[in-house]
Nanobody
Framework: QVQLEESGGGLVQPGGSLRLSCASS????????MSWHRQAPGKERELVASLGLLSVVNEYYADSVKGRFTISKDNSQKTLYLQIDNAKPEDTAVYYC????????????WGQGIQVTVSS
């Protein structure tokens, strides 16, 4: 059974930094895409950043977070991180991590989400 659990969220002042973590268990597939998404009140969930491994090796950032957010993983590939720097009020949202298995049958797994609030 695959489980993803986010941590590290909370309140941060504008211009401040925060690091989100996504700890996984049970996900053993090497060919994967790991990503962070967010959903602000009244808005649709959006892709923030992603990290592809094996068949598609790439790193993607939404234009709104380029230069401020950094996605990374640990060597075991079990934990995914999102470093948020120079936080802005518009970054306020519930943040979700997602692991996508690219090999057949393709399947995706989501964390439960964690709140990030940027406010003074």
């Amino acid at each position: 059974q695959v489980q993803l659990e986010e941590s590290g969220g909370g309140l941060v002042q504008p211009g401040g930094s925060l690091r989100l973590s996504c700890a996984s268990s049970g996900f053993t597939f090497t060919d994967r895409v790991m990503s962070w998404h967010r959903q602000a009140p009244g808005k649709e969930r959006e892709l923030v950043a992603s990290l592809g491994l094996l068949s598609v090796v790439n790193e993607y950032y939404a234009d709104s977070v380029k230069g401020r957010f950094t996605i990374s993983k640990d060597n075991s590939q079990k934990t995914l991180y999102l470093q948020i720097d120079n936080a802005k009020p518009e970054d306020t949202a519930v943040y979700y991590c997602k692991f996508l298995r690219r090999s057949y049958p393709e399947s995706e797994y989501w964390g439960q989400g964690i709140q990030v609030t940027v406010s003074s």
